[in-house]
Structure formats: structure tokens, C-alpha cells
């Protein structure tokens, strides 16, 4: 079984479109996140949820909103889609103050045209 | 500010030859530290982690890596480095009680055969 899954793992829109990306985790976890990988590999932290509160909101703009309808789903909602929204979007989950580290989905490769 | 810093863009090795990964934290804390390596169109796998003890830490793979606390570092090592080993390798932190972990740009590790 997946430990973290995400759909949909490729996604092609077009700018000014509404889309929405999955995750969910099956490993028991109280955090979830989300990460976005842009083209030269860096990783940024967009979101974490843990126990249905949001509790790092990084200088993300508000056409991307998190919904968490369960303690095993996050799922990223993106309004407006704009060229530079094109990145690989992961999610990840975690026990929190733990120190084991973050389980991390496959990706979800988004490319606005 | 906590960051996390991977000094080498990219670096190539020849397989069998013995491999060194730099990374560099700053942190008011000792953070929890990983590595993780990504391979090309693959999600993120946790290859070791440290928080406290034994500043040597065995990962998977054959990789282990060591902390020093005066150095301010978290190198990531293998004695013999195998062709599947080309990917992508993050260093990551996270301060404890933040769930707010932390990646480095990534070092993209090149073999030669």
C-alpha cells in the first residue's frame, strides 16, 4: 500500500483555469504538507496542516488554498492558474515532534500552458 | 533565519570511487537533520536522519552520514558509489516543535562509469 498518495500524478491546464491536486496518507500521521519543486530542484514549503489547523502559511499567493477534509487528506486547491504556478507539487505527511522525518507522495507534475 | 545550506551544485564521481555530500545548517538549535534522494521523476526517500547521539548515522543504501556540531554539518557519505546512486540529493532540517522542515537546493550527483 502507498503510504502517501497523490492525484493526479501529471496535470496539463490552461492559465486562468481552476485545478485541484489529491493527497492522502494511510500512515496514522497528524501533520500534512504540501511542497513546491520548481524547475532547478528547489523545494519550498507551501502548507502544513496539523489536526485540521493550518499552521505555517509560507508567502504563498491566496489563489492557492489548502483543504484538509480529514486528518488523512490535504488536498491543494489552485485558482487563477498562472504560468509560473508550472512546478511539481508534493505532499508529505509526518508524525509531528517526532524526528523521523516527513513521508513524501511521488509528486504531481503541473504544467500550466 | 533556520536554513539549510548544500554548498555543491552538482558533482561527478566515478563508480567505485568513495563520495562526500556537503551540508551546512543554521539553526538557534541543534534541528533534526536528514538526507533524502530524489531520482529523476521520483518523489523524495529518506535515506537517514539525526537528532541526538551518536554522531555517526547509518542510512540505507550504504550511505551514512556524520554531524558536527562545530562545523555546523551534516555530511553525507558512501565509500563506494554505485551507478544507480545518480540522483538528486537534498539535506533537510527541521527545529524541533516546528514542522516546518527545510531543504537545502540539492547536490545532483553525477557517475561515471
Known amino acids: 500500500d502507498t503510504a502517501v498518495s497523490q492525484t493526479p500524478k501529471y496535470l496539463v491546464t490552461q492559465m486562468g483555469n481552476d485545478k485541484s491536486i489529491k493527497c492522502e496518507q494511510n500512515?496514522?500521521?497528524?501533520?500534512m504538507y504540501w511542497y513546491k519543486q520548481d524547475s532547478k530542484k528547489f523545494l519550498k514549503i507551501m502548507f502544513s496542516y496539523n489536526n485540521k489547523e493550518l499552521i505555517i502559511n509560507e508567502t504563498v499567493p491566496n489563489r492557492f488554498s489548502p483543504k484538509s477534509p480529514d486528518k488523512a487528506h490535504l488536498n491543494l486547491h489552485i485558482n487563477s492558474l498562472e504560468l509560473g504556478d508550472s512546478a511539481v507539487y508534493f505532499c508529505a505527511s509526518s508524525q509531528a515532534n517526532t524526528g523521523r522525518g516527513y513521508t513524501f507522495g511521488s509528486g504531481t507534475r503541473l504544467t500550466v500552458v | 533565519a533556520q536554513s539549510v545550506t548544500q554548498p555543491d551544485i552538482h558533482i561527478t564521481v566515478s563508480e567505485g570511487a568513495s563520495l562526500e555530500l556537503r551540508c551546512n545548517y543554521s539553526y538557534g538549535a541543534t534541528p533534526y537533520l536528514f538526507w533524502y534522494v530524489q531520482s529523476p521523476g521520483q518523489g523524495l526517500q529518506l535515506l537517514l536522519k539525526?537528532?541526538?547521539?551518536?554522531?555517526l548515522v547509518q542510512g540505507i543504501k550504504g550511505f551514512e552520514a556524520e554531524f558536527k556540531r562545530s562545523q555546523s554539518s551534516f555530511n553525507l557519505r558512501k565509500p563506494s558509489v554505485h551507478w544507480s546512486d545518480a540522483a538528486e540529493y537534498f539535506c533537510?532540517?527541521?527545529?524541533?516543535?516546528?514542522?516546518?522542515?527545510?531543504f537545502g537546493a540539492g547536490t545532483r550527483l553525477t557517475v561515471k562509469p
Open positions: 500512515l496514522g500521521h497528524d501533520t
Open positions: 533537510a532540517g527541521d527545529g524541533y516543535n516546528n514542522n516546518d522542515m527545510r
Open positions: 539525526y537528532f541526538s547521539g551518536d554522531t
